[in-house]
């Protein structure tokens, strides 16, 4: 079972609306956890970064919250614009002394802006 | 600085065929890594290295091959082509101690 559970697992939305992304996960222990954007064709590149006592983070129309008591964390997207087209990644660390462990990935939320 | 580079971006393999993926980073990190993506899934580990002369297993690692004689290089070697090796494939790259990975454009590759 994958331990970061992401939905919705696409959505089209209209320029200028807002929309939020929501991520569950199982992972323990937790270390962080960060929102990739992926453009179509591209890989991922970081949009935010939280860790255990950050409730929330913003980048640029892009603000990621952080319930770590419930292990949920949503990426919220303001005033959509055709750009924002693309697959939101979540990404869960675990504090593991393996490296390969740390980084556990949802599946992606494909976000669909129209004009 | 280009960051994580990758050759090539496509390649259409056939079965029993063989392959390397490469991969090369100019940020000085030890960490490297190599996933794969399959449509509707997350990201795969299939290698990773913490350092040059270093590497080890991940999630999916069989058919796979890898090798990290640099810092900067990690090239990932497909023998024996088999249809269930048509993905994307992604090299990441990250510095010690620090969580960020920094991805590549990434070498879509089918096997007919």
């Known amino acids: 079972k994958n331990q970061v559970e992401q939905s919705p697992q696409s959505l089209i939305i209209l320029e200028g609306k807002n929309c939020t992304l929501q991520?569950?996960?199982?992972?323990?222990?937790?270390?962080?956890l960060r929102w990739y954007k992926q453009d179509t064709g591209r890989g991922p590149v970081s949009l935010t970064i939280?860790?255990?006592?950050?409730n929330t983070k913003s980048n640029g129309r892009y603000t990621a919250t952080l319930d770590a008591d419930t292990k949920q964390s949503s990426l919220h997207i303001t005033a959509s614009q055709l750009s924002d087209s693309a697959s939101y990644i979540c990404?869960?660390?675990?504090?593991?002394?393996?490296?390969?462990?740390?980084?556990?990935f949802g599946a992606g939320t494909q976000v669909v802006v129209t004009p | 600085n280009a960051g994580v580079t990758q050759t090539p971006k496509f390649r259409i393999l056939k079965i029993g065929q063989s392959m390397t993926l490469q991969c090369t980073q100019d940020?000085?990190?030890?960490?490297m890594y190599w996933y794969r993506q399959d449509p509707g899934m997350g990201l795969k580990l299939i290698y990773y290295?913490?350092?040059?002369?270093?590497?080890d297993k991940g999630e999916v690692p069989n058919g796979y091959n890898v090798s990290r004689s640099t810092t900067e290089d990690f090239p990932l070697r497909l023998e024996l082509a088999a249809p269930s090796q048509t993905s994307v494939y992604f090299c990441?790259?990250?510095?010690?101690?620090?969580?960020?990975?920094?991805f590549g454009p990434g070498t879509r590759l089918t096997v007919l």
């Open positions: 990441a790259s990250g510095g010690l101690g620090v969580n960020e990975q920094f």
């Open positions: 991520c569950n996960y199982t992972v323990s222990p937790f270390s962080n």
């Open positions: 939280m860790t255990f006592s950050e």
């Open positions: 990404v869960v660390s675990a504090r593991a002394t393996d490296s390969w462990g740390k980084f556990q």
């Open positions: 940020m000085n990190h030890n960490y």
């Open positions: 290295s913490v350092g040059a002369g270093i590497t």
